[in-house]
């Protein structure tokens, strides 16, 4: 405790020293003087509260509370979070490649890398971890059992798995590895001339792994391409860089970043020669498309070099620099905005105007300026970039939602594959009526319930209705109208019978072949890749959307 006195006021003391050679300045005097009261007050509140507190914990609520009310980017790391940040970011660790999670108070395997350790050794997706190198893991925590897994390259870990069909439970010895997860999770061709990759990632090396797809795609016969970026939050933003050179020329600027500190301001170039400027391409993106998808995205817009097809992506044109803290701690801090070719910045929330609330908003379209891009087209900024091709996905209903969500759909695949082959096409896969009928009947025997908005709307009526002295005449029409509402959720299931087949193919799918399956399963029928599709198959359409519209 003393120890930790010690540094927050040396802390204070250092910084108000810094500021005073600076000069005198309204500015650095409250900043001084903010410090001091910070010091004084944990002080107080350490000797006087009345239970003992937890100066670490203490403190650590203070520094994310400050720095909550900056940006959801700006964060604190401590020592003991540094490695899961660096993984995140490099997408590098030593362990046997596999994603775990909890489904259902079960913690289980939830995605084998392709061609690593534990897929390799026959691990599969569902498998529930009993025990890793002789110690107990049901019923730890996740970050328990993954730091049990992790180790150095070439050690060895036995894993005992639960596996559902199997009689008994399994047993592997893996050897570690150093993982290096890929950026590039699936890429084929849909058709004799068209190719098609999905980037999942913005780790080191995407760059050079998007440039040798797109080159084999081409000797595969591909003459036009669909770069699917939908759901990439992004990441290094060298590497955004990086994949727009493999369509841009050699010198061209693909971003620019400025804040407050003048001298780290700097526009970004692609170095290389290109690998195709003339491919026509269709980059498809979503709502949850952000950050280096959107640097990728909008140079490719703002240069008039294809299409964005799917919908307005996320809205984030912050950038993120880690600095150095003490105690081998970082800093995440949000140090500048970017700005695309065309010159606009396509952030959508203005974190530095909260409502009184703390509530932040979009920025309305009234406010947006028009920029042009290298052809001459109207693109807008802020609110993330707007598709050439608008093509609206429909929301999952809340029975869905939650099915997905609560893993009730992973359950049911893992039972399924354990009981069946896999298809020989998992393009051509597609689940029966009796096939649905089966799962059913399975789901209402486990402990499965959602509430919709029309479920709570109901509850706050009913609720209002009882403090107001007409609810005695009220209440048996409420009462009838909370069954007719439970009545018509029980038809659920029914009712949106064809999303959820199509959410538990996709399920199932990855269970049998990973991204590459739950790819292969809905690329045919899904209507951004059609829609992307007809585009590329019409030059003349193509070629029209890219041309400036005549006033």
């Known amino acids: 405790m003393k120890r930790s006195l010690?540094?927050?006021?040396?802390?204070?003391?250092?910084?108000?020293?810094?500021?005073?050679?600076?000069?005198?300045?309204?500015?650095?005097?409250?900043?001084?003087?903010?410090?001091?009261?910070?010091?004084?007050?944990?002080?107080?509140?350490?000797?006087?509260?009345?239970?003992e507190v937890d100066p670490s914990k203490l403190i650590r609520t203070g520094i994310d509370g400050m720095l909550e009310s900056l940006d959801p980017y700006?964060?604190?790391?401590?020592?003991e979070e540094l490695e899961a940040f660096s993984i995140q970011t490099t997408g590098e660790y030593a362990g046997i490649g596999a994603l775990i999670g909890v489904v259902n108070k079960k913690t289980v395997v939830t995605n084998p890398y392709l061609g690593f350790p534990a897929q390799r050794a026959g691990i599969r997706v569902g498998d529930e971890f009993l025990s890793v190198d002789g110690i107990d893991v049901q019923g730890k925590p996740t970050q328990d059992i993954s730091k049990?897994?992790?180790?150095?390259?070439?050690?060895t870990v036995v894993v005992v798995v639960k596996r559902t069909g199997a009689r008994e439970p399994l047993r592997f010895t893996l050897t570690r590895q150093r993982i290096k997860v890929k950026n590039v999770v699936y890429a084929g061709l849909l058709d004799k001339q068209t190719g098609y990759l999905k980037l999942d990632e913005f780790t080191p090396g995407a760059g050079k792994e998007v440039e040798a797809v797109v080159q084999s795609l081409k000797q595969q016969g591909a003459t036009r391409l669909l770069l699917d970026l939908r759901d990439n939050p992004g990441g290094l933003l060298n590497?955004?860089?990086?994949?727009?050179?493999?369509?841009?020329?050699?010198?061209?600027?693909?971003?620019s970043t400025r804040g407050k500190v003048t001298d780290w301001n700097k526009t970004y170039r692609t170095l290389n020669n290109p690998t195709d400027t003339e491919i026509p391409i269709a980059v498809l993106v979503s709502g949850n498309s952000a950050s280096a998808s959107e640097i990728v995205a909008g140079a490719i817009q703002d240069y008039d070099r294809g299409l964005l097809v799917g919908q307005r992506t996320f809205g984030k044109g912050l950038v993120q620099t880690t600095r150095d803290l003490?105690?081998?701690?970082?800093?995440k801090v949000t140090t500048a905005k970017y700005y695309i070719p065309s010159g606009r910045c396509i952030q959508a929330l203005d974190y530095a105007h909260r409502k009184s609330d703390g509530s932040v908003d979009k920025m309305a379209d009234s406010l947006k300026t028009a920029f042009r891009t290298k052809g001459g087209?109207?693109?807008?900024?802020?609110?993330?970039?707007?598709?050439?091709?608008?093509?609206?996905?429909?929301?999952?209903?809340?029975?869905?939602?939650?099915?997905?969500?609560?893993?009730?759909?992973?359950?049911y695949a893992t039972r399924y594959c354990a009981a069946k082959p896999q298809p020989a096409s998992l393009r051509n896969f597609r689940l029966s009526d009796a096939d649905y009928a089966e799962f059913v009947a399975w789901i209402k025997t486990q402990p499965f319930d959602y509430e919709t908005e029309i479920d709570k709307q109901t509850e706050q009526l009913v609720?209002?209705?009882?403090?107001?002295?007409?609810?005695?005449?009220l209440k048996e029409s409420l009462q009838q109208l909370q069954s007719k509402v439970l009545a018509t959720r029980k038809d659920d299931l029914q009712r949106f019978k064809f999303e959820i087949v199509e959410q538990l193919e996709k399920e199932i799918a990855f269970h049998y072949q990973l991204q590459a399956g739950q790819t292969e399963v809905t690329i045919e029928r899904d209507p951004v890749v059609i829609a992307a599709q007809q585009?590329?198959?019409?030059?003349?359409?193509?070629?029209?959307?890219?041309?400036p519209k005549q006033k």
């Open 6 to 51: 010690r540094v927050i006021g040396f802390l204070a003391l250092t910084t108000i020293a810094v500021w005073a050679f600076r000069g005198p300045g309204e500015r650095y005097f409250d900043i001084a003087r903010n410090l001091d009261i910070f010091t004084t007050l944990f002080k107080e509140v350490n000797l006087y509260y009345v239970d």
């Open 74 to 79: 700006t964060v604190y790391i401590p020592e």
């Open 148 to 155: 049990l897994l992790k180790g150095k390259p070439e050690t």
């Open 239 to 255: 590497e955004a860089v990086n994949i727009a050179n493999v369509f841009l020329p050699k010198g061209s600027d693909i971003v």
């Open 326 to 331: 003490a105690y081998n701690a970082q800093l």
């Open 377 to 411: 087209r109207t693109v807008y900024d802020g609110g993330g970039l707007d598709p050439d091709v608008k093509v609206e996905v429909a929301d999952l209903a809340p029975v869905t939602i939650e099915l997905v969500n609560e893993g009730w759909l992973f359950e």
């Open 463 to 473: 609720a209002a209705a009882k403090t107001d002295r007409i609810y005695p005449d």
């Open 535 to 547: 585009m590329l198959r019409a030059p003349e359409a193509y070629r029209h959307v890219l041309a």
